[in-house]
Structure formats: structure tokens, C-alpha cells
């Protein structure tokens, strides 16, 4: 499956564009015979099998060492029934990916209200890394396929503006309020702000975790510390108390 190309809707935000990337990917046919056809209810069982059994391979192995032979094998039908849902194995992950996604938004993860101060930024970090540690699987994935599956680019690229794009909007709310500092540029800010998270994931629950495995309760802690003190944000108290900016 092919998606389109950055810009491609014109006039939507980074939220619609990311939806409607994702649409396109989790339009579910079979192809047999040369032709596409909807599924029905056995057709949708198996193409569930073949994605559970996709994120099952795919967990316990990197991505080059997987072929689709594998996952078929894994969900118990034929490489050809494999192809009658996915193009080749790039396709399936393309999907899971799309799925991901859709999983993080229904957490709310970019739902920051930045006049709530420390607890509020502390309860949306929480959110997003608690999701991140339960899918390290997933995101490991994501990492090493992000370079060779343009469509697993795009929908990583989409995400994240979508994700930065809204928190500029709670860091531009912020300022107004006189809760975050105004000599910064919100899109940058978001830039960096929300980088620092995934880097931080990515490094502590994946690529080089300490002996002693940091939970998503600690890396908020320190993680809302480090945000809060770069953005100079104001507690609701001290705002009432004329202490804002």
C-alpha cells in the first residue's frame, strides 16, 4: 500500500492528516484471483491471526531476521494466504503500526493543559511512557524499520507532527496564561520537548536499559523536572499569587 505524500491534504491539520494516512492503511481487502475483495467474518478472523502473529514473531526477533514465511507459519496458514492481506512484510507492518497509533491517541497522550502546572504535565508524560514500556516490542520494531518502509516513515512522521503541533498549541496556551516562559518558540519547543521523550524511551527501555529497569513513574518524575525547568513553568498557585511571568 501506498501513502501519499507529506502535504498531500491540503488545508488539514497534522491530526487529520494522520488519521487519514492511517484509514488508508487499515482498509482491510483480500486479494485473490487478481481482484480485491471485502472481508468477511472468517476472512477478518484470519487476517487477525495474521497480525497477532506478526506482533508475537516480531517480539521475540528483529525485523531482519522475520520473513513472512514466519508469520504465516506462526498464525497457521499458507505464505499464499499471507499475500491474500499483505503485500509482503512490510505491508503487515505498516498496519501494526497504524494500529499503535490509534492505540496512543485513545490514551490521550498529547492532551497537556499547561496552566495545571507540574502535576498536570507530570499526568500526561505518565500516560505516554507507561504506553511506550508495555509496547517496547512494538517501538523496538519501529526503530529498525522506520529507514527501509516509507510507509512506516510516514506514519512515524505524521504522528509526531501531529503530536508536536499539539503540545505548541498547550505551550502557546502557557504563554498567554503566564504559565510558560515567552521568549520561546513554541514549534521548536515542541521540537525538543517531545524528542527528549522518545529518545529518552527508546534509550532506557530499549537500546541501552540500566541493570536496575526504570519504570514509567520514575522517568515522569525526572522527565516533568526537566520539561518544567526548560519552560519555566509556573504552578497554579504561585499564578494566583501573581507569580507568573
Keep these: 500500500m501506498t501513502i ?18 492511517i484509514e488508508a492503511v487499515r482498509q482491510a481487502v483480500r486479494r485473490q484471483n487478481g481482484e480485491q475483495k471485502a472481508l468477511g467474518p472468517k476472512a477478518e478472523r484470519t487476517r487477525a491471526r495474521l497480525l497477532e502473529a506478526a506482533r508475537e514473531v516480531f517480539a ?25 492481506y499483505f503485500e509482503d512484510l512490510n505491508g503487515i507492518v505498516v498496519v501494526l503500526a497504524g494500529e499503535q497509533v490509534i492505540e496512543m491517541l485513545s490514551q490521550h497522550v498529547d492532551e497537556w493543559d ?3 502546572g507540574r502535576l498536570g504535565l ?13 509496547n517496547a516490542a512494538f517501538y523496538r520494531l519501529w526503530e529498525q524499520v522506520t529507514a527501509v518502509a516509507p510507509g512506516v516513515a510516514e506514519i512515524r512522521r505524521r504522528f509526531w507532527a501531529a503530536y508536536k503541533h499539539q503540545i505548541a498549541a498547550s ?9 510558560v516562559r515567552s521568549d520561546l518558540d513554541p514549534a521548536e519547543a515542541a521540537r525538543a520537548l517531545t524528542h527528549m521523550v522518545e529518545r529518552y524511551c527508546y534509550d532506557a527501555f530499549i537500546f541501552d536499559p540500566p541493570r536496575s529497569p526504570v519504570t514509567a513513574e520514575a522517568a515522569a518524575d525526572l522527565l516533568t523536572t526537566l ?17 507568573g511571568h
Design 4 to 21: 501519499g505524500e507529506p502535504g498531500q491534504v491540503a488545508g488539514a491539520d497534522p491530526a487529520q492528516r494522520l488519521l487519514k494516512t
Design 60 to 84: 521475540e526477533r528483529d525485523y531482519l531476521a522475520t520473513s513472512a514465511t514466519d508469520i504465516a507459519e506462526r498464525a497457521g496458514v499458507s505464505l499464499g494466504t499471507f499475500y491474500q
Design 114 to 116: 499547561a496552566t495545571a
Design 122 to 134: 507530570r499526568r500526561v508524560l505518565v500516560v505516554f511512557l507507561r504506553g511506550y514500556l508495555a
Design 171 to 179: 505551550l502557546s496556551a502557557g504563554i498567554a496564561a503566564g504559565t
Design 227 to 243: 520539561w518544567a525547568d526548560a519552560i519555566g513553568l509556573v504552578e497554579p498557585s504561585a499564578r494566583w499569587l501573581g507569580g
